[in-house]
């Protein structure tokens, strides 16, 4: 059975810096692609970062050079650093994985959500 389990989100300030975690379970972490996407009150939900099994990053562009995606193969977790928060990354949190695949492809499984509030 595939489990993601998020954690790491809250209330930060303009600016500041959160960490996002997420434990995954129940398939082959190595051989997967892992990511997280992230939906705003009202919005669509968006892709935020994705990473594969040999470490090739897709980033949104609102994003880079704010947010980092690493994994761990040995821990099976991947981890969003956001830094630079600003009040439009205000959206619940959703780690993914895309189970067997090695490229970009599309996520076969969802975590339940972390929310992320950016406001003074």
């Known amino acids: 059975q595939v489990q993601l389990v998020e954690s790491g989100g809250g209330l930060v300030q303009p600016g500041g810096s959160l960490r996002l975690s997420c434990a995954a379970s129940?398939?082959?972490?190595?051989?997967?692609?892992m990511g997280w996407y992230r939906q705003a009150p009202g919005k669509q939900l968006e892709l935020v970062a994705q990473i594969t099994s040999g470490g090739d990053t897709n980033d949104r562009a609102s994003v880079k050079g704010r947010f980092t995606i690493s994994r761990d193969n040995a821990k099976n977790t991947v981890t969003l650093q956001m830094n630079s928060l600003k009040p439009e990354d205000t959206a619940v949190y959703y780690c993914?994985?895309?189970?067997?695949?090695?490229?970009?492809?599309?996520?076969?499984?969802w975590g339940q959500g972390t929310q992320v509030t950016v406001s003074s």
């Open positions: 993914s994985a895309s189970v067997g695949s090695q490229w970009f492809a599309s996520p076969t499984h």
């Open positions: 129940g398939f082959f972490f190595s051989g997967s692609t």
